[in-house]
């Protein structure tokens, strides 16, 4: 989606190995967002931003870390990747937590897969 | 927990034909709803919302219909084109004061020609 750029697409990486998934937006959003979608659940949330420099857990982080330096980026760490960690990340991003009338920005996602 | 799900998990139908695509929720203190369309690689994209005091909502070629007695969401696509092909799911956003948005699993539209 345009104003929403993840990087990159695909990734393979090895089980233990430390992977970063990239995040940039260009709407300064104050909110974003990283979910994760398998199969058979919906989007998940991993963790969120309010703002620079303010990050919570979601539902699921574990295994994750994520920071956020500058209001446009929101990286997300997988500090030592495991096989279940296979999955599509989707990033967000969001004037506000309630939208109404347009809901989340989502970016096209990275589809990265632990061998 | 909360929840949103969807009946079906692959819906084909005729090119022109219409579309309807079910959703239950079971959160009463929802207060609006979103429909999403995922296309193959990307992200999920708006398509339209309804407010908890509506019955219905039309769009450009879609409306929803919102039952709130059963907790149930439909969303119809008139005249469907092969673009409609995506997976379309509901997801109850979050309630004030938290964060937890409640996506569906979704169903697949695949449009026959």
Known sequence: DAGITQSPRYKITETGRQVTLMCHQTWSHSYMFWYRQDLGHGLRLIYYSAAADITDKGEVPDGYVVSRSKTENFPLTLESATRSQTSVYFCASSLRVRTGGYGYTFGSGTRLTVV | ?113
């Open chain 2, 1 to 113: 927990g909360e929840s949103v799900g969807l009946h079906l998990p692959t819906l084909s139908v005729q090119e022109g034909d219409n579309s309807i695509i079910n959703c239950a929720y079971s959160n009463s203190a929802s207060d609006y709803f979103i429909w999403y369309k995922q296309e193959s690689g990307k992200g999920p994209q708006f398509i339209i919302d309804i407010r908890s005091n509506m019955d219905k909502r039309q769009g450009q070629r879609v409306t929803v219909l919102l039952n709130k007695t059963v907790k149930h969401l439909s969303l119809q696509i008139a005249a469907t084109q092969p673009g409609d092909s995506a997976v379309y799911f509901c997801a109850d956003p979050p309630l004030a004061g938290t964060y937890k948005y409640i996506f569906g699993t979704g169903t697949r539209l695949k449009v026959l020609a």
